[in-house]
């Protein structure tokens, strides 16, 4: 591709070119950072199909849905890569070089996909910080039904030892 000034030596023109290049440039920053959180995730549906869980501990998930969320808080909060920048506020005689760039760039779309494709990873990673609940509240249901199954038992004992032992208590030669 290639980019032709109307003059060489209007800078804001250049200016204007440079701010879309550079917002194109952040955000290619990001999609490589999704696309790695991406490759680092790809086994776990492969995981949870063929076996139904995955290793990832509730760290790892709460580290992981973490980076998706700081991701996409700089992409739509934090940075100007969705904003006119404020100089053609100010003088808009190069505002349409700039929109035609950052058009041509495909920077709104491609937010969208990146918005997108966080979405996917932040309902993956819910996912899977629901299973680790479930897993827990089964855990700890097994724990109170055996502390039940203790209680029972212990009460048995008591019954037996104060309703069907001799008044005396055992005679040694009784065992």
């Not at 999609?31 to 990832?56: C, H, K, M, N, Y």
């Not at 998706?68 to 934090?78: W, Y």
């Not at 760039?105 to 990873?121: A, M, Y």
């Amino acid at each position: 591709d290639e980019i032709r000034l109307r003059s060489v030596d209007d800078a804001v023109e250049k200016f204007a070119l440079s701010c879309a290049m550079a917002q194109s440039a952040k955000l290619f920053v990001w999609e490589s950072r999704v696309a790695d959180t991406i490759q680092d995730l790809q086994f776990v549906p492969r995981s949870l199909a063929a076996t139904g869980r995955t290793d990832l501990t509730e760290k790892q998930i709460s580290q992981k849905i973490g980076q998706v969320f700081l991701t996409r808080a700089q992409v739509n909060l934090r940075s100007d890569i969705l904003d006119l920048p404020d100089y053609f506020w100010e003088d808009a005689t190069h505002e349409p070089t700039y929109l035609a760039l950052y058009e041509y760039l495909d920077v709104p779309d491609r937010v969208d996909l990146l918005n997108q494709r966080l979405d996917v990873l932040k309902d993956l990673l819910e996912v899977l910080n629901t299973q680790l609940s479930n897993r827990h509240s089964s855990n700890l249901e097994l724990v109170i039904i055996l502390l039940i199954v203790v209680e029972i038992a212990v009460s048995l004992f008591a019954f037996a030892v104060d309703h069907l032992l001799p008044p005396g208590g055992l005679r040694p030669g009784l065992l």
